[in-house]
């Protein structure tokens, strides 16, 4: 399974970006998908999920400013982020998650930067 998110970039406060993610390669048991991100001395921590039957969640700090989506016919994630702060300058990784008798296995992007000024 390949991973790859595209996107990233320099915004300033208040601005958008939308992230890509594409899945290719044996995608059989893949359902879950999602985005993480990792600012600087600190860990990964959960941005927002989606099944492939489009249940989403998200993490408190992004509720009501980010969405995500799914295009399942293209293996395709993604999300929608508005009204950026300076915090959410990070590296977003894009997740996804196989599960095959009950064998968990996660793969992972290279990641994209996402710098937002104030």
């Known amino acids: 399974v390949k991973i790859v998110e595209s996107g990233g970039g320099l915004v300033q406060a208040g601005g958008s970006l939308r992230l890509s993610c594409a899945a290719s390669g044996r995608l059989f048991g893949i359902n879950d998908m999602g985005w993480y991100r990792q600012a600087p001395g600190k860990q990964r921590e959960l941005v927002a999920t989606i099944t492939s039957g489009g249940t989403t969640t998200y993490a408190d700090f992004v509720k009501g400013r980010f969405t995500i989506s799914r295009d399942n016919a293209k293996n395709t994630v993604y999300v929608q982020m508005n009204s950026l702060k300076p915090e959410d300058t990070a590296v977003y990784y894009c997740?996804?998650?196989?599960?095959?008798?009950?064998?968990?296995?996660?793969?992972w992007g290279q990641g994209t930067q996402v710098t937002v000024s104030s």
């Open positions: 997740n996804a998650v196989r599960r095959v008798f009950g064998t968990v296995t996660n793969y």
